[in-house]
C-alpha cells in the first residue's frame, strides 16, 4: 500500500495557490496602489485633501461604485451590461420629474429603484429568455433607455429649484466625518459581498460564470441566474441614478453619458475577470475609488482632462491582458508538470 | 455466457437486491447499437470492473448509470426496483456519483468549494460556513490519506488532484455507489497508488464502485469482479481470480479478423521521418518512418498520445524536441497551412468538430483547403468548383444527390469520404488518418478502406491512427503501438496479432515484440 | 478554450454493430438536401422582407410630405439627404460585416472616427498639405485596427473586451490630440467631395464611394475565395483551422480594413460639416451595428449577405428621413434605432425557435434525433 509522498501531492497545487493569492491580493495590491497615488497627489496639490474636495471625489466615485457592484454581477456570469448609463440617466431625471410634481421624497427614491430593477429584468428576459447575447441586448437597450429619458424630458431639464429645497444637501453631508454617499455606498458594497460570498444563491453567481455546463449538471438553472444578475444590475444602476439626482440637482436628458465605460472599467481593474466565474464587489468598489481618484487627480493637478477616456482604455486593456496571461502562465505550468 | 453470476455471492454478503443493476439495458445512437440486451450489477463493498475495447460500450453504460442517457429498453435498477434517471443531478441525489474521465470542476473556484457545490454546508440564518466547509473537505482529504490544500483554486491543478477533488465530491454526498470512468488514463504511477488506495478505503465503506479501464493490471490488482463487453453486449463477469490476463483479452477481443481489401503496394523510399519526437505531457521520444506506398499503424488506448502525435506532425502544435523531416529535408511546422504546403494531410478524429463546415455544401467543404491554389485570381468559379468536387465524389462513391448538398444531409460514411476527398484535393504526400471509420457503417467502412488502400498504392505514404484492432492489423504493413505516449512496440504486419497489439497497448510487455526505438 | 490532450475524446460506441448496411443517403435527405435551397431562400426571405419595409417606410414618408422623395441630397431632410448622411455609418457597416461572419465585433470604429479626424484636423492646422494629412490618417486606421487584430488573436482576448477598451483608448487619444479646440476651414475641393455632387449629375460623391466600396466587398464576400473563408471561420472556426485557413490573419486583417474604412469614414464626416471636434463620431457604433444586424448578418457569426447590408443602410436612412419629416428628433431617432437592433436579432431567434419546434412535432413519431455524441469530446 504505497502511500505517495506529501510533496508530490503538493507539486501541482503551488501553481493553483499562486494563482488563488494572485486573485486575493488583487484587492489588496489596487487598495494600496490606491493610498501610493493619494498621498502623491496630496503632496503636489494640498487642495486635495480639502474637506470639500475629499467629498467630491468620494461622491462621484460612491456612485460609481454602487453601479459598479451591479455590474459585477452580471460580469461574473460572463456576460455584460452596457445600458447602465441610461439606467441611471433615465432613473435620475425621472426621479427629478416626480419630485417636481410633488411626489414625496421617499416614494419618488422608491419608484426610482423599482424603475431600474424593471429595466434590469427587461435586460435579463431579452438576453435569457430570447437568447440575444447580452453585448447585443445591452448595446440596444443603451439606446433604448437613453431614448426613453428624451421622451419624458420633453426638451426640458431639471434645475435645483424644481427640487425640494435642500435636495442636494445630502450629497456634501458627512455623518461623523464621513460623507453620507459612501456610507450608503459601503452598505451596499458590503450588503452585496455578503450575499455573494455567504448565501447559496450568491455563489451561483460564480458557479455559472466559471463552468454554466457543470452547473447544469448540479441543477442549478444558469437562466434564471443570469436573469438576476441583470435584475441586480438593474436595481443598483436604479440607486446609482438617485444618488446621481441628489448630487447633481441639474439634470439633462444626457445625464450620466459615458459612465457605462467607467462602470466597467471599475469592474475589470477591480479584479473581476472578463471570462467569468471570479472576483469580488469589494474589488470592483476600489476600482471605482481608484478610477474617480484618477479622475480628481487630473482635476486637482490641473491636468487635462481629456487624458481620462484614454486612461480608462488603457486601464481596461491592461487589465484584461493581464488576467489573461496570468491563466495562460497557469496552464502552461500545468502541463509541463505532467510527467510523461 | 451472459447475465450475472451467481458467484457475486461470494464476493460481498449482501442481504437483498444489489444496490444498482442494470436489467437487459438497450442503447442505440443512430446507425450504431451501443448496448444490447446488457445486465449487469454491483454489489456494496466490492470493486467491480468493466474492461473491453475502444467502443465495446463501457462509456455507454458510465453514462446510463449516471443518468446522462436513459436506455430504449431494460431498465436501471436501484435496491431491485426500476427507476428513471432523469438527468445526473437526479442520479446523483439518488446516491449515484460519477467521476467522468474528463473532471467537471469550477476552475476560479477553490477545491472546498467545489467539492460541496451543490450541497454546501450551512451555518447560521442559512449562510454558508466556509470554515466547516474546509474542515468537512480536509477530513475527506484526510481519510483518504491525500493532501490537498482546500483553499486552493481549482485552476491551476493536475488532472490527478481534479480528479481527487471529483472522488472527493462523490464521498462527500455520501454515495452508495461509485463510477469511475477510466480514473488512471492520466495518472502517473505514482498518482494511481494513490488512487487505489481510496478506492479501497471507500469498497471498505460499503460503497459499491465500479471502475472502467483499459488497463488489465490495474483491474487484476484493484477488482474484486470483472465484466466483459464486446461490441455492446455483455460477454462475461467472473470474479477477477477466475481471470488471466490472456482470458480477459480473448474475451474482449475475439472476433474473426473481417476482410478489408488491401491490395499489395509497392513500399518506396522515407517520405517521411521522425525522430526522438516529444510534447512534454503527451508524448515522449517517438521515432518511425513512413515509406512510399505504405500504411504504418498506429495502435493504443484513448489518450494514449496518438492524435497528439499527428497534431504535431501536421502544425497544430509544437514539439518540444525531436526532428521531423519530409523527403529528407527538416521541417517545423507552425501551423497548418504550412504542413499543407508541404505535402502532409490531417483527417481529423473528430469530423464534426474539425472536420467539415456545416452548413457549406460538399463542394465547398472539398474545395476549401486549396481555394487559393484553384483561383488564384482570387475570383471563384462555381464549374470548376463543381467538376473538381464531383470528380473526387464519382472516385470516393460519394452518395448524395449532387455536390450542392449541404453535408449534414449525409450518411456518416459518406460524411467521412467528404472529408477525406477534401484532403485528397490537397495532393499530399503523406496523409495521416485519425480514426477515420469512426461512426461509419460496414459498407461505407470497406470503401474507405478501399480508397486508402489505393492510396497507398498510388505511392502515399499513410499513417493510420485507429482504436479498433482489425482494422488496424488488416490494414497495415507496420504498427507502432503507443502506450502511456512511448512506443511500446513496433510490428510488422506478418508478427500483429490482436493479443500482440492489446498487449503491447495496455503495457504488458509481451515476449516476442520488437521493442521500439 | 484549451484543448487537454489528456482526452482524445470519449471511446465512442460508434460503428459497432451498424443497422444498416447501405451507404445511401439518410432517408430525409430530400427535405435536408433542399434546405441549402431553403437556406438561400430564408436569406432572400430576409431581403425580401427589407425590401418590403424599405417601400412601406418611403411610402409612409410620402404620406408625411410631399418632399421626402425629391432627389435634392443635401438641402432638406428628405429620402435623399438621410441616405447622404448615413453614408459613414454604411461603409463602416460594410467593414464590420466580414467581422461579425467570423464572430467578432469592433465596437471602437466610432472611436476611430474621432481620433482619426483630430489627427486630420491636427496636421490640417499646423499648415501641412491636405495630400499628405489624408494617407497618414488612413495609416493610423490601419494601425488601430491591427492594434485591435493583434490583441483578439495572438492573445486570444474576446473581441467585446478589447474593442471595448480600444473604444475608449482611441477617443481618449482623439481628447488628447485636439482637446477642447476644433478645427475648420478645411479646402474646398475636399469639403466639396463631402457634401458635393459628381459634376453633371445629382450622386453624392459620398454615395458614389459608398457603393464603390459596396461591391468591393460583395465581390470579394461572395464571389473571391477570401469571402469563402470568412464564412468557414464563422461557421467552424476549428475546422476552418484544420482545412489550412490562415485563421489569425484573416481576422487581422479584417480588423485593419475596419480601421481603416473607419480612418476614412472619419475624413468624410469632417469633410462633410467642415469642422472637426474630438466627439466627432460618438454614438455611431451602435448604428452600424444596427444596420450590420437589421442587414440579416447573424450576430453570431457564419451567416450573412452585403446585399442585406445594402438593404438595411436605405431601410435606415428612410426610416431617419420620415421620422424626422414627421417631426420626430434625432434623439428619439435613437430609440428607434435600439429598438430596431433588438427587434432585428429576436426575430430570428423566435422564427428559429419555432421552426424547433415544428420540426420536433413532426419527427416526435420517428426514430430518435441524431446523438451528439462526438461532439460531447471535451474541447
Redesign the interface.
Known amino acids: ?4 509522498a ?1 510533496a ?6 503551488p ?6 493569492r494572485a ?1 486575493r491580493s488583487r484587492e489588496l495590491t489596487l487598495a494600496g496602489v490606491l493610498i501610493v497615488m493619494a498621498t502623491l497627489v496630496a503632496i503636489a496639490a494640498p487642495n486635495f485633501l480639502s474637506p470639500t474636495n475629499v467629498v467630491a471625489v468620494t461622491a462621484l466615485a460612491a456612485i460609481i461604485a454602487i453601479a459598479a457592484v451591479g455590474e459585477a454581477f452580471v460580469i461574473i456570469t460572463k456576460n ?1 451590461d452596457l445600458s447602465v448609463e441610461s439606467t441611471i440617466g433615465l432613473v435620475a431625471f425621472a426621479v427629478a420629474l416626480l419630485l417636481k410634481q410633488g411626489t414625496p421624497i421617499p416614494i419618488a427614491w422608491v419608484i426610482g429603484v423599482g424603475l431600474g430593477l424593471a429595466l434590469g429584468m427587461s435586460n435579463g428576459i ?1 438576453v435569457t429568455v ?4 447580452s ?3 445591452t ?6 433607455f ?3 429619458t ?2 419624458i424630458a420633453n ?1 426640458h431639464e431639471v434645475n435645483a429649484n424644481d427640487l425640494p429645497a435642500g435636495y442636494t444637501q445630502p450629497a456634501s453631508q458627512t455623518f461623523f466625518g464621513l460623507p453620507l454617499f459612501v456610507i450608503v455606498a459601503v452598505v451596499v458594497v458590503v450588503s452585496a459581498a ?1 450575499v455573494l ?4 444563491i450568491g ?1 451561483q453567481f ?2 455559472v ?3 454554466a ?3 447544469a ?4 438553472r444558469s437562466r434564471a441566474t443570469v436573469f438576476w444578475a441583470f435584475a441586480v444590475s438593474g436595481m443598483l444602476a436604479g440607486v446609482a441614478g438617485v444618488l446621481w439626482g441628489i448630487q447633481y440637482g441639474q439634470l439633462y ?1 444626457s445625464s450620466a453619458s459615458g459612465q457605462s ?1 467607467a462602470v ?2 471599475a469592474v ?1 481593474v477591480g479584479g473581476v ?6 472576483g469580488t464587489v469589494i474589488g470592483a468598489a476600489i476600482g471605482a475609488l481608484f478610477l474617480g481618484l484618477i479622475n480628481n487627480a487630473l482635476n486637482v493637478l490641473v491636468l ?1 482632462q ?9 486601464v ?2 491592461f487589465a ?2 493581464a488576467d ?2 496570468i ?1 495562460v502562465r ?2 502552461r ?8 | 455466457m451472459s447475465g450475472p453470476t451467481s458467484e457475486a455471492a461470494d464476493v460481498a454478503v449482501t442481504s437483498g437486491p444489489p444496490p444498482v443493476a442494470l436489467a437487459n439495458v438497450s442503447k442505440r445512437f443512430a446507425a450504431t447499437q451501443a448496448l444490447l440486451d446488457v445486465s449487469m450489477d454491483l454489489l456494496p463493498g466490492e470493486i467491480h470492473g468493466l474492461v473491453g475495447e475502444n467502443g465495446a460500450g463501457k462509456s455507454t453504460i458510465v453514462k446510463v448509470l449516471s443518468g446522462i442517457h436513459q436506455p430504449d429498453t431494460g431498465s436501471v435498477l436501484l435496491d431491485g426496483q426500476p427507476v428513471l434517471l432523469h438527468g445526473p443531478s437526479h442520479a446523483r441525489s439518488l446516491g449515484i456519483a460519477t467521476v467522468h474521465q474528463e473532471p467537471r470542476l469550477f476552475p476560479d473556484l477553490t477545491v472546498a468549494e467545489n467539492v460541496f457545490m451543490g450541497h454546501t454546508p450551512t451555518g447560521r440564518l442559512g449562510s454558508i460556513s466556509w470554515r466547516q466547509m474546509r474542515k468537512s473537505a480536509d477530513e475527506i482529504f484526510a481519510s483518504l490519506n491525500v493532501h490537498l490544500d482546500s483553499t486552493a483554486v481549482v485552476r491551476g491543478l493536475s488532472m490527478a488532484d481534479q480528479q481527487l477533488i471529483e472522488i472527493a465530491k462523490a464521498l462527500s454526498a455520501d454515495s452508495r455507489v461509485l463510477i469511475l470512468d477510466e480514473p488512471t488514463a492520466s495518472l502517473s504511477a505514482h498518482e494511481v497508488e494513490r488512487l487505489f488506495t481510496i478506492v479501497r478505503q471507500t469498497r471498505a465503506n460499503g460503497v459499491a464502485v465500479l471502475f472502467v479501464s483499459h488497463r488489465l493490471e490495474e483491474v487484476f490488482e484493484l477488482c474484486d469482479r470483472a465484466t466483459v463487453l464486446r461490441d455492446g453486449r455483455h460477454v462475461i463477469t467472473a470474479p477477477t481470480s477466475d481471470f488471466t490476463a490472456a482470458d480477459l483479452v480473448r474475451h474482449m477481443v475475439g472476433r474473426a479478423v473481417s476482410l478489408f481489401p488491401r491490395s499489395a503496394a509497392k513500399i518506396g523510399d522515407v517520405l517521411l521521418d521522425v525522430r526522438g519526437l516529444t510534447l512534454l505531457g503527451s508524448f515522449r521520444d517517438v521515432s518511425f518512418s513512413v515509406h512510399s506506398g505504405e500504411i504504418v499503424g498506429l495502435a493504443g488506448l484513448v489518450g494514449a498520445g496518438r492524435t497528439e502525435v499527428a497534431r504535431v506532425l501536421f502544425g497544430l502544435d509544437r514539439a518540444d524536441s525531436g526532428e521531423v523531416e519530409l523527403d529528407g529535408k527538416p521541417v517545423h511546422f507552425r501551423t497548418p497551412s504550412e504542413a499543407l504546403r508541404a505535402g502532409i494531410a490531417y483527417v481529423p478524429e473528430d469530423r464534426h468538430l474539425d472536420g467539415l463546415v456545416p452548413g457549406f455544401s460538399i463542394a465547398e467543404n472539398v474545395t476549401l483547403p486549396i481555394l487559393s491554389r484553384l483561383f488564384p485570381r482570387l475570383l471563384m468559379h462555381k464549374s470548376e468548383e463543381q467538376s473538381l468536387a464531383a470528380g473526387y465524389s464519382e472516385r470516393l462513391r460519394i452518395r448524395s444527390n449532387g455536390v450542392d448538398d449541404l453535408v449534414e444531409a449525409l450518411s456518416g460514411g459518406n460524411q467521412q469520404k467528404v472529408v477525406i476527398a477534401k484532403w485528397l484535393a490537397t495532393k499530399p504526400r503523406v496523409l495521416i488518418l485519425d480514426e477515420p471509420t469512426r461512426g461509419v457503417d460496414i459498407g461505407a467502412k470497406v470503401e474507405v478502406h478501399r480508397i486508402i488502400s489505393d492510396l497507398a498504392a498510388a505511392g502515399l505514404g499513410i499513417i493510420l491512427i485507429s482504436s479498433e484492432l482489425p482494422e488496424v492489423l488488416a490494414m497495415s504493413d507496420r504498427i507502432i503501438v503507443l502506450h502511456e505516449g512511448r512506443m511500446s512496440a513496433e510490428l510488422s504486419r506478418s508478427d500483429a496479432t490482436e493479443e500482440r497489439v492489446m498487449y503491447a497497448a495496455t503495457g504488458q510487455i509481451a515476449e516476442e515484440t520488437q521493442s521500439g526505438a | 478554450m484549451t484543448i487537454d490532450p489528456r482526452t482524445q475524446g470519449p471511446a465512442t460506441e460508434a460503428a459497432q454493430v451498424p443497422i444498416e448496411a447501405t451507404t445511401a443517403p439518410r432517408a430525409n435527405s430530400r427535405q435536408v438536401q433542399s434546405r441549402r435551397r431553403q437556406a438561400l431562400s430564408a436569406l432572400a426571405r430576409w431581403e425580401v422582407l427589407l425590401i418590403a419595409i424599405l417601400a412601406a417606410v418611403i411610402w409612409q414618408g410620402m404620406q408625411v410630405s410631399p418632399y421626402f422623395i425629391q432627389l435634392d441630397f443635401w438641402n432638406s431632410p428628405n429620402f435623399g439627404a438621410s441616405v447622404s448622411g448615413t453614408m459613414e455609418v454604411a461603409i463602416m457597416a460594410l467593414a464590420m460585416t466580414p467581422i461579425i461572419i467570423m464572430g467578432d465585433i469592433d465596437l471602437s470604429v466610432e472611436s476611430m472616427i474621432g481620433l482619426s479626424g483630430a489627427i486630420l484636423g491636427v496636421l490640417w492646422a499646423a499648415g501641412i498639405p491636405i495630400q499628405v494629412d489624408i494617407p497618414i490618417v488612413l495609416a493610423v486606421g490601419i494601425v488601430g485596427g491591427l492594434f485591435n487584430g493583434m490583441l483578439v488573436t495572438r492573445w486570444g482576448l474576446p473581441a467585446l473586451v478589447v474593442t471595448l477598451g480600444t473604444l475608449a483608448l482611441y477617443r481618449g487619444l482623439a481628447n488628447v490630440v485636439l482637446g477642447t479646440r476644433y478645427v475648420s476651414n478645411f479646402p474646398k475641393e475636399f469639403t466639396a467631395f463631402g457634401f458635393g455632387y459628381v459634376p453633371g449629375t445629382f450622386v453624392p460623391w459620398t454615395l458614389l464611394a459608398f457603393l464603390l466600396l459596396a461591391i468591393v466587398f460583395w465581390v470579394v464576400i461572395h464571389r473571391t475565395w477570401i469571402g469563402r473563408q470568412i464564412f468557414a471561420v464563422g461557421k467552424n472556426k476549428d475546422a476552418a483551422r484544420y482545412s489550412g485557413v490562415r485563421v489569425a490573419t484573416l481576422k487581422t486583417a479584417m480588423f485593419a480594413v475596419s480601421g481603416l474604412v473607419a480612418a476614412f469614414a472619419g475624413i468624410v464626416l469632417a469633410l462633410r460639416y467642415n469642422s472637426v471636434r474630438s466627439d466627432n463620431g460618438t454614438g455611431l457604433t451602435l448604428t452600424v451595428v444596427m444596420i450590420v444586424v437589421l442587414g440579416g448578418v447573424d450576430i453570431n457569426g457564419g451567416k450573412g449577405t452585403i446585399t442585406g447590408v445594402i438593404l438595411a443602410v436605405f431601410t435606415l436612412a428612410a426610416l431617419q428621413s420620415a421620422l424626422r419629416l414627421g417631426g420626430v428628433s434625432s434623439e428619439y431617432q435613437n430609440v428607434a434605432i435600439g429598438l430596431l437592433l433588438i427587434f432585428s436579432v429576436i426575430t430570428p431567434q423566435i422564427a428559429r425557435q419555432f421552426r424547433v419546434l415544428v420540426d420536433r412535432v413532426r419527427q416526435g413519431r420517428n426514430r430518435p434525433a441524431r446523438e451528439p455524441e462526438p461532439r460531447e469530446v471535451a474541447r
Open positions: 500500500m504505497a502511500l505517495s506529501p508530490k501531492a503538493n507539486r501541482a497545487s501553481v493553483g495557490s499562486l494563482v488563488a486573485a455584460i431579452i430570447f437568447k440575444v447575447p453585448i447585443v441586448a448595446l440596444g437597450t443603451l439606446s433604448l437613453r431614448g426613453l428624451y421622451l426638451g455578503l460570498r455567504y448565501a447559496v455563489r460564480y458557479a460564470g466559471s463552468n455546463e457543470a452547473a449538471t448540479i441543477g442549478i436628458a465605460l466597467i472599467a475589470v475577470s472578463i471570462s467569468g466565474g471570479s487635462p481629456e487624458w481620462l477616456q484614454l486612461i480608462y482604455g488603457a481596461i486593456l484584461v491582458s489573461v496571461l491563466q497557469a496552464q505550468a500545468k502541463a509541463r508538470s505532467r510527467v510523461r
